[in-house]
């Protein structure tokens, strides 16, 4: 399996910092944000990672370089201006495969999420065997965590293990999800596009699957957040 990690946003609600540091490289306990994703993933036999960058992208390939360095193999996608999520796996699709990979974002701090348990959520067939018909598997799969506070209305509902639009109860999507390539082949490479109205349209259609995440996690969107992860 292939991880893709969304680096391309300019940060702007932690400005000033990412005047001059592109957001995914700002540290949280001594250690860029970024590098805490990528060590997860190796340390689950994930290895073949692709990342989108746009502000201050050099940078981020200086510090991490092909990814030898972690036991990783880095490859790039540059993009001139942010493409949005969903638009940057459109851009890096040829990059990626035609299997379902994980992808996740660059500034959540998520210490001791396990990767190993991406690999099989999305499956092929039902328990006993049978194929899904297209129209009827999961085109992704979705770890939520609990609402924190600056976003109580979270952002979908979970009913055994299938993502919906509406109903309680409610989860906050935590950044981190594993998706069929195929889902984004609408969207033309080049192209801005944003994930939610994406899984929004695929779950109202009973195709997104999920589960809540309830280890360490935190959505670094500000200063004041950095700063209360590095006291702790």
Same mark, same amino acid.
């Given at each position: 399996?292939?991880? #893709?990690?969304?680096?391309?946003? @300019?940060?702007?609600?932690?400005?000033?910092?990412?005047?001059?540091?592109?957001?995914?490289?700002?540290?949280? %306990?001594?250690?860029?944000?970024?590098?805490?994703?990528?060590?997860?993933?190796?340390?689950?036999?994930?290895? &073949?990672?692709?990342?989108?960058?746009?502000?201050?992208?050099? #940078?981020?390939?200086?510090?991490?370089?092909?990814?030898?360095?972690?036991?990783?193999?880095?490859? =790039?996608?540059?993009?001139?201006?942010?493409?949005?999520?969903?638009?940057?796996?459109?851009?890096?699709?040829?990059?990626?495969?035609?299997?379902?990979?994980?992808?996740?974002?660059?500034?959540?701090?998520?210490?001791?999420?396990?990767?190993?348990? /991406?690999?099989?959520?999305?499956?092929?067939?039902?328990?006993?065997? %049978?194929?899904?018909?297209?129209? %009827?598997?999961?085109?992704?799969?979705?770890?939520?965590?609990?609402?924190?506070?600056?976003?109580?209305?979270?952002?979908?509902?979970?009913?055994?293990?299938?993502?919906?639009?509406?109903?309680?109860?409610?989860?906050?999507?935590?950044?981190?999800? /594993?998706?069929?390539? &195929?889902?984004?082949?609408?969207?033309?490479?080049?192209?801005?596009?944003?994930?939610?109205?994406?899984?929004?349209? =695929?779950?109202?259609?009973?195709?997104?699957?999920? &589960? /809540?995440? @309830?280890?360490?996690?935190?959505? /670094?969107?500000?200063?004041?957040?950095?700063?209360?992860?590095?006291?702790?």
């Amino acid at each position: 399996m292939k991880a #893709m990690i969304f680096a391309a946003g @300019r940060g702007e609600r932690m400005r000033p910092l990412t005047d001059t540091c592109p957001k995914p490289l700002l540290k949280v %306990r001594g250690r860029p944000l970024i590098v805490w994703q990528i060590q997860n993933l190796v340390r689950a036999g994930i290895t &073949e990672i692709v990342i989108n960058h746009a502000h201050l992208g050099r #940078m981020i390939e200086e510090t991490l370089g092909d990814g030898a360095k972690f036991g990783a193999s880095i490859v =790039y996608s540059a993009e001139d201006t942010a493409l949005e999520t969903a638009g940057g796996v459109a851009r890096a699709r040829d990059l990626l495969g035609d299997a379902p990979f994980v992808a996740l974002a660059a500034d959540i701090f998520c210490p001791h999420f396990d990767f190993t348990q /991406v690999k099989d959520t999305l499956a092929e067939a039902d328990m006993w065997g %049978r194929p899904y018909p297209a129209d %009827r598997r999961d085109v992704a799969w979705l770890y939520l965590v609990k609402n924190p506070a600056h976003h109580p209305q979270g952002d979908f509902a979970l009913n055994l293990y299938s993502v919906a639009n509406e109903g309680t109860p409610r989860y906050t999507f935590s950044g981190i999800g /594993v998706y069929r390539p &195929e889902m984004f082949d609408a969207i033309e490479a080049g192209a801005a596009a944003k994930l939610a109205p994406l899984l929004r349209e =695929y779950a109202a259609h009973g195709q997104v699957g999920g &589960e /809540v995440y @309830r280890g360490d996690w935190a959505d /670094v969107g500000n200063p004041e957040r950095l700063a209360q992860l590095n006291a702790r």
